[in-house]
């Protein structure tokens, strides 16, 4: 299953903002350098949606805010529902 997502690093603590137009919004406390919010946003995401950080993988957008991300091993309704209830839960999760 992919998913388009904006990520904005240097932010002070991870959090997933939801989903604006079919994109899914996230902060990471990462900084752009050297792949390091690449990396926090994989961890991140994987610790949000249960699965192994192996299971996740950026398609496109490496080097830019927009990103495509392929997740194996759930189906849309149980990604969007672990999504939906990271961020409606107070703040959204955190690091």
Do not use: W, Y
Not at 2 to 18: F, T
Not at 28 to 43: D, I, L
Not at 51 to 75: E, F, P, Q, W, Y
Request: charged residues 20%; positive net charge; proline residues 4%.
């Amino acid at each position: 299953m992919k998913i388009s997502l904006r990520v904005q690093p240097n932010a002070p603590r991870n959090e997933v903002l939801g989903f604006t137009e079919g994109v899914l919004r996230i902060k990471v406390a990462a900084p752009p350098v050297k792949g390091k919010a690449n990396q926090e946003m994989v961890g991140f995401l994987s610790k949000v949606l249960g699965v192994a950080r192996s299971s996740l993988a950026i398609v496109a957008g490496h080097t830019s805010r927009n990103k495509i991300i392929d997740i194996n091993g759930l189906s849309q309704e149980e990604i969007s529902r672990r999504l939906t209830a990271a961020s409606s839960s107070s703040g959204g999760a955190s690091k």
